[in-house]
Each structure stands twice: as C-alpha cells, then as structure tokens.
C-alpha cells in the first residue's frame, strides 16, 4: 500500500470544489489571534491546485512572521446604520427598516 502523504495539523489545506466556470480550489489555515484564539481562515477561487498552494504556503509564511492581518469585514448592523444615513428616507420608512 502507497503512503499517502498528509498535512501536519496547522499546515492547512487544500480542497477542490466545482463552480459553473469548471472546478476551482480552497484554502484553509488556522491562524492565531491577537487575543490567542484561534480563527480558521477559509479562500476560495483558486484555478489550479498549484496557485492554492503557493497562495496557501504565502498565508502560513505570513502567520509565522506575525505579518498576517485579519480581514476587516464591517458587521451587518453597522453597515446598515452607517447605510441609512446616506439614504434620503422618509421618516415612516426609516422607522420600518428598524
């Protein structure tokens, strides 16, 4: 039986799932937080399984040397409050969209 070569936990991964354009690759890797949790970082839209492990061997350099940034990603809430301020709204529907 062939040895099968498998990732070391915290090496992260590659998967392949299928998109109408044909199949695309994901990534995926832990990384450690600033307060020491730990956040699972998930990167889809990959063509080729040789560019998800270069991008997937550059996001783990990244997390080693403490260079990797968190995402910012606003939560809907304040989206929206920040969204309604720049709309011109009635005051009746303002009062529905809350």
Sequence with gaps: MANKRRRDK??????????RAGPRFLIN??????DGST??????????????AVALRA?????EL???????????DAYLAEWMQTQRLSPSTRASYL
């Design 66 to 76: 403490g260079e990797w940034v968190e995402p910012s990603k606003p939560r809907l």
């Design 29 to 34: 890797y832990a990384v450690q937080r600033e």
């Design 39 to 52: 956040r699972v970082v998930l990167t889809r839209g990959f063509v080729s399984r040789r560019e998800a």
């Design 59 to 63: 996001e783990l350099r990244k997390a």
């Design 10 to 19: 915290g090496d992260g991964g590659i998967s392949e799932h299928r998109t």
